[in-house]
């Protein structure tokens, strides 16, 4: 069995609510949020896999030159759900992962440093991120043994369902902030984020 944890990053969406914008392709820290996203995986030296629609050409612009691994979701309009068992069905099917939404501009190297070290501590547990204030977010580790009921999700839940089955074999991990929260829908989201960045004064 791969015992190996897993990066897998969901890419497929469609940023309905941007109202023509493309909210992975928003700048954070000098580049696109999805190619921040990606290297921010990739420089923890897991195997990483990003999910992608078969539709948004500038996604996949957006992260040339890395060395990921890209799967496309045919059926990504179908729901969160066609994503996230895309991208499963490309692991080592014993393989944990660490499923890691692309849009989440406050979420750094120390964060998924700690997602993983949770994991290493505690690997048959589920570990789901949550704000420093203890409201449940992103990332979450899944666990090998639950590959099954991850693959048989359908619809635009994506893994809420599973989460709600196994709450008791969940360890909840307080990240800084709202890094574990914070998810920027429409242009008004990003306006009010970046005002907010602005207005912090430097640590």
Do not use: Y
């Amino acid at each position: 069995m791969n015992e190996t944890l897993h990066i897998l990053i969901l890419a497929a969406g469609r940023a309905s609510r941007m109202r023509g914008a493309d909210k992975l392709l928003e700048p954070v820290a000098g580049q696109p949020l999805l190619r921040r996203q990606v290297r921010l995986a990739l420089a923890t030296g897991l195997p990483t896999h990003l999910v992608l629609p078969p539709d948004r050409p500038l996604r996949h612009a957006a992260i040339a030159g890395l060395p990921v691994a890209c799967v496309t979701a045919e059926r990504a309009a179908d729901g969160m759900a066609e994503s996230l068992k895309a991208g499963l069905s490309a692991l080592p099917p014993g393989a944990p992962v660490m499923l890691f939404l692309a849009d989440l501009p406050e979420i750094d190297a120390e964060d998924l440093a700690a997602m993983a070290a949770a994991h290493k501590a505690r690997p048959d547990a589920i570990i789901r991120a949550t704000s420093a204030a203890g409201q449940p977010g992103h990332p979450v580790v899944f666990p090998a043994w639950l590959r099954g009921e991850l693959l048989a999700l359908d619809g635009d839940e994506g893994a809420r369902r599973v989460l709600q089955r196994h709450a008791s074999q969940t360890q909840f991990l307080p990240l800084p902030g709202n890094h574990a929260t914070t998810d920027l829908d429409t242009p008004e989201d990003w306006a009010d984020w970046r005002r907010r960045k602005a207005d912090t004064p430097p640590q």
